[in-house]
């Protein structure tokens, strides 16, 4: 048998063949212990991070400025880190650079618009538009990612998600119409880049460490351009200084590079969908900071919509990949110093420790 007939057999085979089971969030075993160490890792980096942009944001009110720091800060480790052997980021290659070219577009845009919110908004009037996305992703991710389309569970929980986020607008005391404005162009950036980034991580052999590089670069070379254009570079020169600020500014960096790599883990470990999903659950850490330390948080009625929306996220559904969808990747290049390479346990530990609970 030849090799053009094997390929039809075993395509055959797969289009007779169930639609491909998921990790669910509520299924440890099934979630693997890999995905739930990228789970955890990305959300406490996810919780903490708009806490602390909106921190900085307030000491220095140069979000531009703020954005290429934590950009150009986290490009300056992994070049760090590769020359040390750390980890392993791939020369920049024109061919990769031309995909990532809307990578940065979706970054971003999504980055930009984040930052408008902050100012213009309380982080519970952001968190509340974030969780209705996942009615979005889940059409793209059928369309365009390889997905079946959501159980009738997953629906029912996207739906909740929706009124609860329409609940908390009616009841939002802090309604600001420009941070809408702000809101609806967020929404259509981090749609696009949701989708984009997941495609090119399925497609695109590199490592993620990569992906942080050459996201990170890409995206400092259009906002140092803009930064005197805006007039901030003004701004922090006669801006007074205070440890605070620093400190927040510095902390931001810090996360901005770990929210970066936890974000790539787990955008190539799950779903489109799901990835946002466990974005809007790790929020609830979020405004748990934010009414502790922060006096504009939303009135009870719209906390309430807000960890309505929470809930119906816990209990969504991944939609499984079909089976003549999915993709075979070759192996990437590792670190030498393992305990970098995060996303590479997972292979290993699914194939040691299976759903059912055998070792094979």
Sequence with gaps: MNDAEKQKKEQEVNEKQPLLSQPSLLNYESLGFANAVI????????????????VAVHYIPAPTFILCTQLLVSVLVVLLGHKAGWMVADKLDWEKMKKFVWVVVGFLGTLIANIKVLQNANVETFITFRSSTPLVLSICDYMWLGRALPSARSWICLVVLLVGSIGYVRVDADFRIDAYYWLLLWYAFFTFDTVYVKHICDTVKMTNWSRVYYANLMASV??????PVLGEHARVWTL??????????????????????????????????????????????????????????????GIGFLLLCVLAGTFYEQAPKRANSSAQHGSLPQSPRPWLNLGGYGAYWQRRFQPNGREE
């Design 39 to 54: 789970i955890v890792y990305y959300a406490f980096c996810s919780s903490l991070m708009l806490v602390i942009n909106k």
């Design 222 to 227: 259009p906002l140092l351009v803009v930064l």
């Design 240 to 301: 007074k200084w205070s440890l605070p600020g620093g400190a927040a500014l510095a902390l931001s960096c810090v996360l901005g590079v770990a929210m970066s790599h936890a974000s790539y883990l787990l955008r190539e470990a799950v779903s489109a969908t799901l990835f946002t999903i466990v974005g809007i659950i790790c929020k609830v850490v979020t405004v748990i900071i934010n009414v502790m330390i922060w006096d504009k948080h939303a009135s009870p009625a």
